[in-house]
């Protein structure tokens, strides 16, 4: 079974609101990521943890915070959110780093 | 520096023809390479992969791919492409020296399937 879980489908929120997005895998992975993919575009890497530990940033800026509980969980808490942050939210894992990635369906999120 | 290209954003062909999508890359070392694909509004699927070995790979849904080191080079193809085919299809090569895994994709190539 190679399923990556994403919830929820479909994020609409405020500037002011906080949110989070969770994403779930029963694969026995040890790396998983956060991509952001706007329309029409590849996506682009924000976040990397491996074995938990984070091990990139890719200096996304702190309205966005990442969290893994643990090695089956990632969340990405969202704070203050611009409407230009509105996108898809992508998680993936991989066994481990440096491994092919197995990606979830994503988030729709729209920040009004 | 590292680079990965898909010299195609858009690519139309007729229901029942063939399919090649190209992929070229610019690394130190050869990566690894994968396929991905993407229908609207949905996660990313991934295709198929090469690592090293044989350098025709199998992949899902009928689709293979060809490495060629001399042209740094990782086209798709399928013999005969369906409706359902319909999608954006990214090329990402994974430098294999790397401690990061940080995936980089191609722009990626929209193709439409005429009935």
């Known amino acids: 079974d190679t399923e990556v879980t994403q919830t929820p489908k479909h994020l609409v929120m405020g500037m002011t609101n906080k949110k989070s997005l969770k994403c779930e895998q029963h694969m026995g992975h040890r790396a998983m990521y956060w991509y952001k993919q706007k329309a029409k575009k590849p996506p682009e890497l924000m976040f990397v943890y491996s074995y938990e530990k984070l091990s990139i940033n890719e200096s996304v800026p702190s309205r966005f915070s990442p969290e893994c509980p643990n090695s089956s969980l990632l969340n990405l808490h969202l704070h203050a959110l611009q409407p230009e942050d509105s996108a898809l939210y992508l998680c993936?894992?991989?066994?481990?780093?440096?491994?092919?990635?197995?990606f979830g369906p994503g988030t729709r999120l729209t920040v009004t | 520096a590292q680079s990965v290209t898909q010299p195609d954003i858009h690519i139309t062909v007729s229901e029942g023809a063939s399919l090649e999508l190209r992929c070229n890359y610019s690394y130190g070392a050869t990566p690894y390479l994968f396929w991905y694909v993407q229908s609207p509004g949905q996660g990313l699927q991934l295709l198929l992969k090469?690592?090293?070995?044989?350098?025709l790979v199998q992949g899902i849904k009928g689709f293979e791919a060809e490495f060629k080191r001399s042209q740094s080079s990782f086209n798709l193809r399928k013999p005969s492409v369906h409706w359902s085919d319909a999608a954006e299809y990214f090329c990402?090569?994974?430098?294999?020296?790397?401690?990061?895994?940080?995936?980089?994709f191609g722009r990626g190539t929209q193709l439409t399937v005429w009935p």
């Open positions: 990402a090569p994974l430098d294999r020296g790397s401690t990061l895994g940080r995936l980089y």
């Open positions: 993936a894992s991989s066994p481990r780093l440096v491994e092919e990635q197995y």
């Open positions: 090469y690592f090293s070995g044989d350098t």
